[in-house]
C-alpha cells in the first residue's frame, strides 16, 4: 500500500511563506503527474498548481507570482513553496499524484494539511 504522506502546514501571517512537502511512502514507485489542491470552508476542492516529471508547470491565477511547486524525482516529492500568503488562502492543502507501482498507474491523495494565514 502507498501513502501520500504531507507536511508543512501551519498558522502564519498574511504576507508570510509556507512550504509543503508531500512524499510517497515506499521507494518502490515512479510519480508521473503531482498536483496540489485545496478546500477553503464550504467550497469545492480545487487544483492549483501541477508539475510534469520534466517539471512543466501548471498554476491556477489566484497562485500564479506568488506559490511555486517543485519536485524531486529521486525521492518522489513534490514541494509547494507559499510566499506573500493571503488570508484567502486558508484552507486545507492536499497533495495528488499518480504514482506507477510496477506497470500499474494509480491515482493517490494525501491526507491533507492545513493551511491558516490571519489578517
Known amino acids: 500500500q502507498v501513502q501520500l504522506v504531507e507536511s508543512g502546514g501551519g498558522l502564519v501571517q498574511a504576507g508570510g511563506s509556507l512550504r509543503l512537502s508531500c512524499v510517497a511512502s515506499r521507494s518502490d514507485v515512479q510519480a508521473n503527474m503531482m498536483h496540489w489542491y485545496r478546500q477553503a470552508p464550504g467550497r469545492q476542492r480545487e487544483l492549483i498548481a501541477s508539475i510534469t516529471r520534466t517539471n512543466s508547470m501548471y498554476y491556477t491565477d489566484d497562485v500564479k507570482g506568488r506559490f511555486t511547486i517543485s519536485r524531486d524525482n529521486a525521492k518522489n516529492t513534490v514541494y509547494l513553496q507559499m510566499n506573500s500568503l493571503k488570508p484567502e488562502d486558508t484552507a486545507v492543502y492536499y497533495c495528488?499524484?499518480?504514482?506507477?507501482?510496477?506497470?500499474?498507474?494509480?491515482?493517490?491523495w494525501g491526507q491533507g494539511t492545513q493551511v491558516t494565514v490571519s489578517s
Open positions: 495528488n499524484a499518480d504514482l506507477y507501482i510496477g506497470r500499474f498507474l494509480r491515482n493517490y
